[in-house]
């Protein structure tokens, strides 16, 4: 049986199933200085999420002649903080659980469109400062409107989807997908979503050629006018990665105007701080908690239970990132 | 030719459909001491929205003895400002444009439930306070959820379709509807929505009957555990009318924990000013802005011209509240 460490959480559900199959599950956070000094060497696996970081010299830390671990499961989706290659040169198996917030972030995707359109933020703030500023927030429709998908995955699917229920006419681009679906336009380049839609969702990983995707050239290419004819203005929603919007273009263009809102649930950098893009009514923020609800998180914590228990069962797992 | 005084504005657009057909639009704000000087008694017609008031006297007092106003116009949905039965009195139409604003208040009632349970207003003020409150704004998928609507007319039945595309199990009670929708489970009672529903929208008119419907008993029965088994909270939203919602109540059962989280337009007493509500993070609100968007605006003042133009031409509307 196991060792397992669990170093920011799990859902006692998950815990429960892995100690019923007899598996040890240590619940503790582990320092960079501890991981460094090979803290984790003592498991089998290690279970994180985004607190803790694994790059190349905490992974050979917590590898022993005779053992160390041989599993890291992400609990969540992006593996930015974990260095795969490095795992994968030691054997060790990487896996992560992209479906279990799928629909958090979905749903999430579609608060902040409708919060940035509709001005919700500024609403509550200014009824908290004792104002009544009804005829400062006008705000315009979804529907009629077309809504630009930056990367096509599973959370973009989803969010097409509900954007459709709205009257939403839903355009996509992603380099990596083939299929086309019912009802979504597929675009050949990221400039023609721009240059077509109103409002843009960004769902794609940040990489090297996705960085600062969002830019200022970019953004001034946006129609402004709705495919209903309405001076809706563009309106820009990020809960992917930090880094792919240029959050000085951003600033920039609402300052001009060019983007008339703008909402992020991720930063370049994070926490946040003060950034000024703080100063605007038209841009409102969350701190990455976009698949931060109680489904995911005891999602997250069963899926990767089951994928532990495979491993140390078979020795392997359906799926994983690397093997 | 017919004079019509617009109180309290009107799109261009349709202003100029309106002098197209010949007739003349007096665009100004009429304070109530002048309309009960007679100010309106010199139109044909008078178009208001919410901010212009027409009780009884002010309706008498827009009548002459060889003329006055034939027509009152409610540029929106909801009649509380006139009244009615006066109009009727003097044979004067009192029309409104119920459509124009659905899609918006559609919008808005997502919006606000979206934001209610990940915490959007929160979220975005603790960055402007310069924190990261990432681990404090977990919050609950809607998805899987049961949503209970109080009233089921047009706007009701455009939620429950936006809802149900999210994953909602929909229930609704109306006693003026008796039609049943696939999908949708009606109730007999208002009692059993509180009883069997997590989440909450009112969409029903605030009448002797509705006032205070939203209560301290019926918010006890709500059952705090979603149909998916997740303990989320129980969770009210109103874009309707103010005063459905006893706003007392409510404010003591976000104290005890009994509500997670509410979400209002729309308060018993506009502008809202220093209420207790504004003191809990797990309230948050706008101005009565459900239906302020620049399409409602627009389609609201092309079907108000448009049954302008069929009064004057035809002497009667196809559509109107009291003849």
Same mark, same amino acid.
């Given at each position: 049986m196991a060792r397992i460490a669990v170093t920011d959480g799990m859902s006692p559900d998950a815990v429960e199933m892995l100690e019923k199959e007899g598996h040890e599950v240590v619940l503790r956070h582990h320092d960079p200085d501890e991981i460094s000094s090979g803290s984790l060497a003592v498991f089998d696996a290690v279970v994180i999420r985004s607190a803790t970081k694994l790059p190349a010299e905490q992974i050979s830390a917590s590898i022993k002649d005779d053992g160390g671990i041989r599993f890291i499961g992400r609990a969540g989706v992006g593996v930015d903080n974990i260095d795969v290659d490095e795992a994968t040169k030691y054997g060790i198996v990487v896996c992560n659980t992209p479906g279990a917030s799928t629909r958090s972030v979905v749903e999430m995707t579609i608060g902040h469109l409708i919060a940035s359109t509709r001005n919700i933020a500024t609403a509550d703030r200014t009824l908290r400062d004792g104002l009544w500023a009804k005829k400062n927030l006008r705000g315009s429709e979804i529907g009629g409107k077309r809504l630009g998908l930056i990367g096509f995955g599973r959370i973009a699917r989803g969010v097409a989807q509900a954007a459709r229920s709205f009257g939403m006419d839903v355009h996509a681009y992603d380099p990596f997908v083939t299929d086309s679906i019912q009802g979504i336009t597929m675009h050949e380049s990221v400039d023609d979503i721009f240059a077509n839609c109103t409002h843009i969702s960004v769902h794609c990983n940040l990489t090297d050629e996705t960085r600062n995707l969002v830019n200022t050239e970019r953004i001034s290419t946006m129609p402004g006018v709705g495919a209903d004819g309405i001076h809706c203005g563009n309106h820009i929603v990020s809960c992917a990665r930090g880094g792919i919007v240029d959050e000085e273009a951003a600033q920039m263009a609402l300052e001009s105007g060019q983007l008339r809102t703008l909402a992020l649930d991720?930063? %370049?950098? %994070? +926490? &946040?701080?003060?950034? +000024? &893009? &703080?100063?605007?009514?038209s841009f409102h923020g969350s701190p990455h908690i976009a698949a931060s609800t109680l489904e995911a998180q005891a999602r997250i914590g069963t899926e990767m239970a089951s994928l532990l228990i495979e491993f140390f069962e078979t020795g392997k797992t359906s799926t994983s990132l690397n093997f």
């Amino acid at each position: 049986m196991a060792r397992i460490a669990v170093t920011d959480g799990m859902s006692p559900d998950a815990v429960e199933m892995l100690e019923k199959e007899g598996h040890e599950v240590v619940l503790r956070h582990h320092d960079p200085d501890e991981i460094s000094s090979g803290s984790l060497a003592v498991f089998d696996a290690v279970v994180i999420r985004s607190a803790t970081k694994l790059p190349a010299e905490q992974i050979s830390a917590s590898i022993k002649d005779d053992g160390g671990i041989r599993f890291i499961g992400r609990a969540g989706v992006g593996v930015d903080n974990i260095d795969v290659d490095e795992a994968t040169k030691y054997g060790i198996v990487v896996c992560n659980t992209p479906g279990a917030s799928t629909r958090s972030v979905v749903e999430m995707t579609i608060g902040h469109l409708i919060a940035s359109t509709r001005n919700i933020a500024t609403a509550d703030r200014t009824l908290r400062d004792g104002l009544w500023a009804k005829k400062n927030l006008r705000g315009s429709e979804i529907g009629g409107k077309r809504l630009g998908l930056i990367g096509f995955g599973r959370i973009a699917r989803g969010v097409a989807q509900a954007a459709r229920s709205f009257g939403m006419d839903v355009h996509a681009y992603d380099p990596f997908v083939t299929d086309s679906i019912q009802g979504i336009t597929m675009h050949e380049s990221v400039d023609d979503i721009f240059a077509n839609c109103t409002h843009i969702s960004v769902h794609c990983n940040l990489t090297d050629e996705t960085r600062n995707l969002v830019n200022t050239e970019r953004i001034s290419t946006m129609p402004g006018v709705g495919a209903d004819g309405i001076h809706c203005g563009n309106h820009i929603v990020s809960c992917a990665r930090g880094g792919i919007v240029d959050e000085e273009a951003a600033q920039m263009a609402l300052e001009s105007g060019q983007l008339r809102t703008l909402a992020l649930d991720v930063f %370049e950098s %994070e +926490p &946040l701080g003060r950034s +000024p &893009l &703080l100063n605007h009514d038209s841009f409102h923020g969350s701190p990455h908690i976009a698949a931060s609800t109680l489904e995911a998180q005891a999602r997250i914590g069963t899926e990767m239970a089951s994928l532990l228990i495979e491993f140390f069962e078979t020795g392997k797992t359906s799926t994983s990132l690397n093997f």
